[in-house]
């Protein structure tokens, strides 16, 4: 029997215009789940996408703007010297700090997310990577990284190189006693691998909570990962989501 084609396949575009098009409505998209699933911390948090057109210059969300009501619309287009070329508000300074240089640093990298979610949060104050304990958590095994070192609000640059110098070339990190930062090849991606990575942390806290939980052995950890950690399912693990919030929030994409 032929196999069906799948419902979602990643998009190709006709011009630069599309693209960034597609780009904006997706971050968009994305801060009204951060929103939905409670990630917001008064302005703290950001997320960002290098523009199709300017590799050095990225999309990111209005200082002070709740991730609730953000529009495509709203998002400011920021170059690598912290110059505001397209918007009305001003720049998170942390947000041009961390994410300048891990673009800098990642040209495979589209869109880099961080928040302080709760759990993020809380789980980067054990100062530990996350264990393979679910199917999930495998996403990140072998494949993300613990920034030790915290040192205060991350304003310099030189703090965000440290921080993309931690990173590597891994799809995650966990800053300690801050959050949680994680980067893909599209906005869909990132924005999944932040929201699965916080669901993880959540689970390993309360497994640690309730007792001493039994880890996935690697080898196994290490085969899951190749099925739920790669650029393709972050991206497509993010769709029904973006579907959902599309419909429900159609002023998103204004």
Known sequence: MARKPLRYQIPTFDSVEDERRHIKIRLAAAFRLFGKFGFSEGVAGHITARDPELPDHFWVNPFAVDFSVIRASDLLLVNHQGEIVEGDYAVNDAAFAIHSQVHAARPDVQAAAHAHS?????????????????QDACAFYGDHALFDDYTGVVLDLEEGKRIAHALGDRK?????????????????????????????????????????PRPIDDDTAALTAGHVGSHMAGWLSFQPLFEQIIRAQPDLAE
Do not use: Y
Request: glycine residues 8%; negative net charge; proline residues 2%.
């Open 118 to 134: 709760l759990n993020g949060k809380a789980f980067s104050s054990l100062g530990q990577e996350l264990l393979p304990l679910t």
């Open 172 to 212: 995650a990190a966990i800053l300690r006693n801050h959050g949680l930062l994680t980067v893909g090849h599209s906005v869909d991606e990132a924005a999944w691998w932040f929201i699965t990575m916080e669901r993880s942390c959540q689970a390993q806290l309360l497994a640690q909570a309730a007792g001493t």
